[in-house]
């Protein structure tokens, strides 16, 4: 059974760094490709950044490009997302995904991460 657990979310200022990370479970970790999106109340879920499996591919949606950064470590079956300069506008709840084809498309129950302005 696949689980993914989310962590290090909190409230921050405008300006602070957070650091999130996801624990992966019941896949292999190693050969699978893994995001995060987040959702904020009212508005639908978004696609926030996206790396391949050796790590050596990444994608961020256009706001967050040079402020957040996501990372990979295989050995501990962890994804993180290095989030700096954070703004109000990034206060949403944050999910890990993973999705492994056939309708095989898996959330973690999330992070809430709150920016103070």
């Known amino acids: 059974q696949v689980q993914l657990v989310e962590s290090g979310g909190g409230l921050v200022q405008a300006g602070g760094s957070l650091r999130l990370s996801c624990a992966g479970s019941g896949l292999t970790f190693s050969s699978s490709a893994m995001s995060w999106y987040r959702q904020s109340p009212g508005k639908e879920r978004e696609l926030v950044a996206t790396?391949?499996?050796?790590?050596?591919?990444?994608n961020y949606v256009d706001s967050v490009k040079g402020r957040f950064t996501i990372s990979r470590r295989n050995a501990a079956n962890t994804v993180y997302l290095k989030m700096n300069s954070l703004k109000p506008e990034d206060t949403a709840h944050y999910y890990c995904?993973?999705?492994?084809?056939?309708?095989?498309?898996?959330w973690g129950r999330g992070t809430q991460v709150t920016v103070s302005s």
């Open positions: 790396i391949t499996t050796t790590g050596d591919g990444l």
């Open positions: 995904n993973v999705n492994l084809g056939r309708s095989r498309d898996y």
